[in-house]
């Protein structure tokens, strides 16, 4: 920004993001209200949980541990970031987030200090922080008919159970090795084996289990139905379907919990998805369908977020400046939904790519002549040495030189 932006000065910029008191809530909330009047309040609309983990290095980042890293594969260190997107139709936005801080960081009050961690926040489980979004959203008004669940959430039973007891309508996607009873499960507690020993206090039940993949590949030919579930550029998406009504138990309850049981496979056969839904009974199968292929568009949107918007493109170390960007990116992407919006009319196929490449053509942009060129050239070096000299500063003050 620093280098494109006329008159733009780096400590200006860089105090904004990691030092200015402003407050980021306000701004979510804002972004949040804006968003639900543009694709709140409607059958379609839906709040999607999703996470997203952005790699850093060292251990003075907030959040930084070392836990699986979706952009990655594979465990590395990395922040993880938790957020609530509001969807309808082809369109979404994130309205909200939590920073997820691992236990080893809320464990250490000294290191969450130095960080900037607020004395009130204690560790929370990713699918607490996903909850207790749901419930703000729901507080603030914001206009969903149901939440959109990916595998990552949707094997968190707890969670589950606390979205049903809520009345919330959810889709949950699961792994292909999630258990499943194809009967009610009848928990009981079985009697002693002798007359010795204490009386048993854990419940049982003789109703066998299935994983789904199980199930879904004992299923006959004629048993799938092919759907038409998602609109695309390339005509309607089409794929095969399977619906089951199962029950779930966590071993605790004096009952089972009935859902539906939705299997997509593409026409390929390949690529196979599974999930859970608590939608009533009567909800006709081309809905359950179409609820279940939404994610795609906000798996979209965390594309365009972290593509051209930023989203993981930052340097910052404190629990405040985390915020105040992700608050800034969540504004970068209501700001690109209400253009796409305004324009659909007119340009149709409109993406955010097509708006960041307009504003950069239209946009003032610094002149850059050759002293210019040098100059940052010059500022580059300087940060960079600065970083090394600090590292080996405090690599000699630990007596490691």
């Not at 999703?50 to 290095?57: T, V």
């Not at 996903?130 to 008919?145: D, K, N, P, Q, T």
């Not at 496979?265 to 006709?284: C, F, G, M, Q, V």
């Not at 504003?359 to 610094?366: E, F, Q, S, V």
């Amino acid at each position: 920004m620093i280098e494109k932006v006329p008159d733009a000065d780096y400590q200006a910029v860089q105090h904004f993001i990691t030092h200015s008191p402003w407050e980021y809530e306000p701004v979510m909330e804002q972004v949040a209200d804006d968003c639900n009047r543009l694709l709140g309040g409607t059958p379609d609309s839906a709040l999607f949980i999703d996470e997203s983990s952005i790699p850093k290095k060292g251990k003075k980042s907030v959040g930084v541990a070392r836990q699986w890293c979706g952009r990655l594969g594979k465990v590395d260190n990395c922040q993880t970031g938790v957020f609530a997107a509001l969807n309808k139709g082809p369109y979404a936005a994130i309205i909200d987030t939590r920073l997820y801080l691992p236990a080893e960081w809320t464990d250490d009050r000294k290191r969450c200090k130095a960080a900037g961690v607020p004395d009130t926040v204690a560790f929370e489980t990713k699918s607490e922080l996903a909850l207790e979004m749901v419930l703000s959203a729901r507080e603030r008004g914001i206009g969903f008919s149901w939440v959109g669940i990916d595998s990552g959430y949707g094997k968190e039973t707890p969670f589950l159970y606390a979205l049903d007891d809520l009345k919330e309508t959810f889709v949950a996607d699961v792994a292909k090795d999630q258990s499943i009873y194809l009967e009610e499960p009848l928990p009981y507690l079985p009697e002693r084996s002798s007359s010795r020993g204490r009386q048993p206090t854990r419940l049982v039940c003789d109703a066998p289990r299935i994983r789904v993949d199980q199930w879904a590949s004992s299923q006959p030919e004629e048993a799938w139905q092919r759907l038409s579930f998602r609109e695309t550029t390339k005509g309607k998406r089409i794929a095969d379907f399977l619906f089951r009504k199962v029950w779930l138990w966590n071993k605790k309850e004096a009952s089972g919990r009935i859902f539906t049981l939705i299997v997509r496979r593409e026409p390929d056969k390949h690529d196979i998805k599974y999930s859970l839904t608590n939608a009533a009974a009567d909800t006709p199968r081309e809905r359950l369908a179409f609820m279940q292929g939404q994610r795609y568009f906000v798996e979209r949107s965390f594309q365009d977020a972290k593509s051209y918007l930023g989203m993981g493109q930052y340097q910052v170390r404190s629990w405040q400046s985390w915020h105040h960007h992700m608050a800034l990116v969540m504004m970068a992407m209501v700001f690109m939904l209400e253009v796409k919006l305004e324009q659909h009319r007119d340009v149709s196929l409109l993406t955010v790519a097509d708006i960041v490449a307009l504003l950069a053509h239209y946009l003032p942009r610094r002149d850059l002549d050759e002293e210019e060129l040098f100059r940052q050239m010059e500022r580059r070096h300087k940060q960079r040495q600065e970083s090394i000299d600090s590292a080996y500063a405090v690599q000699k003050a630990q007596g490691i030189m």
